[in-house]
């Protein structure tokens, strides 16, 4: 399902927005790590989109209608499931192949896809995809790894409090 060129040029209204959007939001966010490693193509991140909302959105009816119709009709995400307890929509995305692991409209993706993994490193313990290439990395690390190496810890210790404080590169 390749889009468009009227989808093409829609998405791209859309991908502007959501960077302004995303500007601002970023220039008031207190983000804690970094992002390290690469993406290594398990796609996992592209097999069930999901997208957490606020009340505007989750309780609104018509609100809720008009961001559900975009994303079916703009973004090619059918609804799976709106799940209550984080008020997210879990979604298939019509533009993912699952044999090749491939978007066919890659070009044209949306922000959020443009985006993955960044929105994660904003959260306290930030949880990527088991196999994810990604991870994050505290920005403090170094001055957190002085700390942590001037003190009398085993180096099973050590190595066991790099990794649940993200302090490995």
């Keep these: 399902m390749n889009d468009g060129r009227l989808r093409r040029s829609v998405k791209r209204l859309g991908l502007g927005v959501y960077h302004v959007r995303l500007?601002?939001?970023?220039?008031?966010?207190?983000v804690r790590y970094e992002l390290g490693g690469e993406c290594v193509g398990c796609a996992k991140c592209c097999e069930q989109p999901g997208i957490q909302v606020g009340n505007?959105?989750?309780?609104?009816?018509f609100a809720r209608q008009i961001f559900l119709w975009w994303h079916d009709k703009v973004n090619g995400f059918a609804?799976?499931?709106?799940?209550?307890?984080?008020?997210?929509?879990?979604?298939?995305?019509?533009h993912f192949?699952?044999?090749?692991?491939?978007?066919?409209?890659?070009?044209?993706?949306?922000?959020?896809c443009r985006d993955y993994p960044h929105p994660?490193?904003?959260?306290?313990?930030?949880?990527?995809?088991?196999?994810?290439g990604f991870r994050p990395v505290a920005r403090d690390r170094e001055q957190l790894v002085q700390i942590l190496?001037?003190?009398?810890?085993t180096p099973e210790q050590l190595a066991k409090l790099k990794k649940e404080l993200y302090l490995e590169e």
């Design 97 to 112: 192949d699952t044999s090749t692991k491939r978007c066919d409209s890659y070009d044209s993706r949306p922000g959020m």
């Design 149 to 153: 190496e001037s003190q009398s810890l």
């Design 56 to 61: 505007l959105i989750w309780y609104f009816p």
């Design 120 to 132: 994660l490193l904003e959260q306290a313990n930030p949880e990527f995809f088991d196999g994810c």
């Design 23 to 30: 500007w601002l939001h970023r220039s008031q966010a207190d």
């Design 79 to 94: 609804l799976i499931e709106a799940r209550r307890e984080d008020k997210a929509f879990i979604f298939k995305c019509t």
